[in-house]
């Protein structure tokens, strides 16, 4: 089945330590979301990605990078974590950008720091 | 500002009907969004309204007014599996999904 996968599914990181979430999409979809979700909050998004094009949201901590090598792989690089990040992170993807599209979720991988 | 408000949780018992209600006001408009997330889980889409009008779909519809800002989900025959978040999502003139908290369903038996 087509979908989205995120690894790992659990990270526990300590605190100043570089973090890398992956996400990879079997869909071939062009569009790739990365959001944070605390709990009981919106999903807030952090970047995307329109093929190799970046978008930075401009209220993204510098802390938070991406990479997206291929169609297939984003990354998610938390340079200095700190206690405020602990967080669901969960990767999307969608088939276009500049029309209304359904977004597709991986499981999340949610971050723990110590 | 661009704004989503849904009410913080909702309950309802197994069997019965219950809607969730959702208003907005968002810098442009290209259509509205419900998901459901289960706790620990990533959302996944239910429906999609860009018209004015009642979508339904099995045991869930959603209603649009575009004039009022105004939406919202309605599920019928409540089952258990139910309970779970339900996140409505604007999406604006940027084509960007603007996101509400969500509404915690608690399903009581």
């Known amino acids: 089945d087509a979908m989205v996968i995120q690894n790992p599914r659990y990270q526990v990181t300590q605190f100043g330590k570089p973090v890398t979430l992956s996400c990879s999409q079997t869909l071939n979809h062009n569009v790739m979301y990365w959001y944070q979700q605390k709990s009981s909050q919106a999903p807030k998004l952090l970047f995307h990605?329109?093929?190799?094009?970046?978008?930075n949201e401009a209220d993204t901590p510098d802390n938070f990078q991406s990479r997206r090598p291929n169609t297939s792989f984003c990354f998610l690089d938390i340079r200095s974590p700190g206690l405020g990040d602990a967080a669901m992170y969960l990767c999307a993807t969608s088939q276009k950008t500049g029309a209304p599209s359904e977004q597709y979720f991986g499981p999340g991988t949610r971050l723990t720091v110590t | 500002g661009q704004n989503i408000d849904q009410p913080t949780e909702m309950t309802a018992t197994e069997g019965a009907i219950v809607q969730i209600n959702c208003t907005y006001q968002t810098s442009g408009f290209n259509g509205l969004f419900w998901y459901q997330q289960h706790a620990g889980e990533a959302p996944t889409f239910l429906s999609y309204n860009v018209l004015d009008g009642l979508e339904e779909k099995g045991r869930f519809s959603s209603f649009l007014s575009r004039s009022k800002g105004y939406s919202y989900l309605l599920l019928k025959e409540l089952q258990m599996k139910d309970s779970a978040s339900y996140l409505c999502?604007?999406?604006?003139?940027?084509?960007?999904?603007?996101w509400g908290a969500g509404t915690k369903l608690i399903i009581k038996p």
């Open positions: 999502a604007v999406m604006d003139s940027n084509y960007q999904l603007i």
């Open positions: 990605y329109y093929d190799k094009d970046f978008n």
